[in-house]
């Protein structure tokens, strides 16, 4: 999704416009995405959400389980979940790391933008406009950013509390495999279940518990992401 970006540069782009479009097909072959705690509930309704075993340790909401699959972009290109992850939402726009810590670089597809676009421009007299395109995106990434270590922060004690159990979902039809999801973790029922009830109130309290069982719950939508799909390969 982030192939080929570049850093915005007020004289590069001086006379660049971003392209508008409400096309989703850059998102086809996205088949996960990470989640903020403030989206979990959302995401819980429309997608099995999971924790990785490498990586950022953050909720992810699983879209698919085989290339170019993701379930909900349509064959026009178009979204048809309920709710639309930030991760997604945030494209064509990304933060690059300057060498400081705590410093972004403003980053962007380069196939997004377009002296000949007829979208919003980047620039004004060399300047980043006030409210524009740039300044929301910036915006958004930034909060977006700061949510995600809100929640990194929030999943340490899940993360240290081993109770966190692999899953490996393979998807057949008859003796032919359709796809494989591995590196997921998800949270073992009766190990939560046996933790100090100290620990659990505590886990309530901060919120931790609430996304937990926002997890549990959002684990039946892999089933129906499995119909689904078997439905939209019999119609075809």
């Known amino acids: 999704m982030f192939e080929n970006v570049v850093a915005l540069d007020s004289k590069k782009h001086a006379n660049h ?3 508008l479009s409400e096309d989703f097909s850059f998102a086809r072959n996205v088949l996960s995405a990470p989640l903020s705690v403030a989206e979990v509930i959302k995401a819980s309704r429309e997608f099995p959400i999971f924790f990785p075993t490498s990586g950022r340790f953050l909720p992810v ?6 290339k170019d699959g993701n379930l909900y972009v349509d064959d026009a290109g178009q979204w048809t979940a309920r ?3 930030a991760h997604i939402r945030r494209f064509p726009f990304v933060l690059g790391k ?3 810590a705590g410093e972004y670089v403003m980053m962007v597809r380069e196939d997004r933008i377009s002296p000949q676009s007829d979208g ?6 060399g300047q980043i406009p006030e409210g524009g395109i740039v300044e929301r995106a910036r915006q958004f990434l930034i909060e977006f950013q700061k949510e995600l270590e809100q929640t990194e922060a929030l999943l340490r004690p899940l ?5 966190l159990v692999p899953q490996v979902y393979t998807v057949r039809r008859g003796e032919k495999t359709l796809g494989q999801v591995k590196d ?6 009766d190990k939560l279940a046996a933790l100090d009830d100290a620990l659990l ?4 309290r901060s919120g931790l518990m609430g996304l937990i069982m926002a997890h549990l719950h959002s684990l039946d939508n892999w089933n129906s992401q499995i119909a689904f799909n078997s439905t939209e390969s019999d119609a075809a």
């Open 201 to 204: 109130a505590s886990w309530v």
């Open 98 to 100: 300057k060498q400081k």
């Open 120 to 125: 919003e421009p980047l620039f004004k007299n």
């Open 61 to 66: 909401a699983q879209m698919g389980y085989r």
């Open 83 to 85: 709710y639309t992850p």
């Open 17 to 19: 416009k971003l392209l």
């Open 159 to 163: 993360r240290d509390a081993a109770i």
């Open 184 to 189: 997921l973790q998800v949270v073992d029922k």
